[in-house]
């Protein structure tokens, strides 16, 4: 199994400002994800964090909105840049495990309100 | 696309069966998930189903009929803690790809 912890695990923001929210895994992983979370809905996939390469973005979703970055096997970051209110949700990373089946392990999440 | 269907929302008894059901029409299929999430966490492992039939895990056991597209959860001896929601994912095309149904909000009452 992997550990995952986020920070921050909750903010307030302004819009128009950016987040960078930082995930760490405490084992190195082949795969990172990138899920956003309405308040009482399911999880939504943003993209695919690759490491050493560009993120893989999901129907919706584009890069300059939400900016990745995967600089080893163990930490990834998200950003949301000028932020709006439609961007309150909460945002939670997963890594693939390795084992002899696919299982993500998920994050505790990133509660994000903007005013 | 991708459509992954649950129940929103279903109630039952303390010490009780309850069934959810998952249906599904993804491109690709790589397997099927069963996570649990209580309000304000992160989901968590509950179950895993590649192959046809039931798979057992305790109190909680899963089906696949990949034909049918269709899955559920069956949880047995309901615990108030089961209280929580019970989301079906499926693994498309893409290895380590998930996508989500809605989720279940299961209640449990005395």
């Known amino acids: 199994s992997a550990v995952i912890s986020q920070k921050p695990s909750r903010d307030i923001c302004q819009r128009g400002t950016s987040l960078t929210i930082q995930c760490q895994v405490d084992?190195?992983?082949?795969?990172m994800f990138w899920y956003r979370q309405q308040p009482g809905q399911s999880l939504t996939l943003i993209a695919t964090?690759?490491?050493?390469?560009?993120?893989?973005?999901e129907s919706g979703f584009v890069i300059d909105k939400f900016p990745i970055s995967r600089p080893n096997l163990t930490f990834s970051t998200l950003t949301v840049s000028n932020m709006s209110p439609e961007d309150s949700s909460i945002y939670l990373c997963?890594?693939?495990?390795?084992?002899?089946?696919?299982?993500?392990?998920f994050g505790p999440g990133t509660r994000l309100t903007v005013l | 696309g991708q459509n992954i269907d649950q129940p929103t929302e279903m109630t039952a008894t303390e010490g009780a069966i309850v069934q959810i059901n998952c249906t599904y029409q993804?491109?690709?299929?790589?397997?099927l998930f069963w996570y649990q999430q209580h309000a304000g966490e992160a989901p968590t492992f509950l179950s895993y189903?590649?192959?046809?039939g039931l798979e057992e895990k305790g109190r909680f056991s899963s089906f696949l009929s990949r034909s049918k597209g269709y899955s559920y959860l069956l949880l047995k001896e309901l615990q108030m803690k089961d209280s929580a929601s019970y989301l079906c994912?499926?693994?498309?095309?893409?290895?380590?790809?998930?996508?989500f149904g809605s989720g279940t909000k299961l209640n449990v009452k005395p």
């Open positions: 189903n590649v192959l046809d």
């Open positions: 993804t491109s690709g299929f790589n397997g």
């Open positions: 964090a690759n490491q050493g390469s560009e993120a893989t973005y």
């Open positions: 084992s190195q992983v082949t795969m």
């Open positions: 994912a499926v693994e498309g095309y893409n290895f380590n790809k998930f996508y």
């Open positions: 997963s890594a693939g495990s390795s084992g002899s089946f696919n299982e993500q392990f």
